[in-house]
């Protein structure tokens, strides 16, 4: 039997429309990843370059259901996320940093609430702007906040058929 010959292109035998084709798909997966982390990116707020946010802190009795990466909405429209939650040890309150949107120019007497999505959502901060004819600057504090409304303490009131004190 006379050896096995080989395409002098050290193709192993394929023929150009076989390389053609791997080409292709690999170009093609390559793609993909490439529009599935620019998604990605978007998604989770990351992106490249300059960002043009503020800050602001809020501090809160109770900030339960609610944690880094919260969405913080005015009106229902998503414009910021919470960066920071935190426990302040000397007041025992929860205090969380909130990263907003700089073309959103929030007046200084904005209330800030803990806000439930529904019964089996997840809790984000809502904003409710006020009448000031001033605006927060960066880094300063939301004195009004509202905490979180405990659904199981509201049950259990009904339930009990009282506000749980003395009778």
């Given at each position: 039997m006379p050896p096995e010959r080989r395409a002098p292109n050290g193709s192993g035998g394929k023929s150009m429309a076989e390389n053609t084709?791997?080409?292709?798909?690999g170009a093609g997966v390559l793609a993909l990843a490439l529009g599935f982390l620019v998604y990605a990116g978007q998604?989770?707020?990351f992106a490249g370059g300059a960002?043009?946010?503020y800050h602001l802190t809020a501090s809160f009795r109770s900030a339960e259901g609610v944690s880094v990466g919260s969405d913080v909405r005015l009106a229902g429209v998503k414009i910021g996320t919470v960066t920071d939650l935190t426990l302040n040890k000397e007041s025992f309150r929860a205090e969380a940093k909130l990263a907003l949107e700089g073309d959103v120019a929030l007046p200084d007497d904005t209330a800030?609430?803990?806000a439930s999505e529904g019964l089996l959502g997840g809790n984000f901060i809502e904003l409710v702007p006020g009448g000031s004819m001033f605006e927060f600057e960066d880094g300063q504090?939301?004195?009004?906040t509202q905490s979180a409304?405990?659904?199981i303490n509201l049950m259990l009131k009904?339930?009990?058929?009282?506000d749980g004190g003395a009778e």
């Open positions: 084709t791997e080409v292709a798909v998604a989770t707020g960002s043009d946010t800030a609430l803990v504090v939301i004195a009004d409304v405990s659904l009904f339930v009990t058929g009282g």
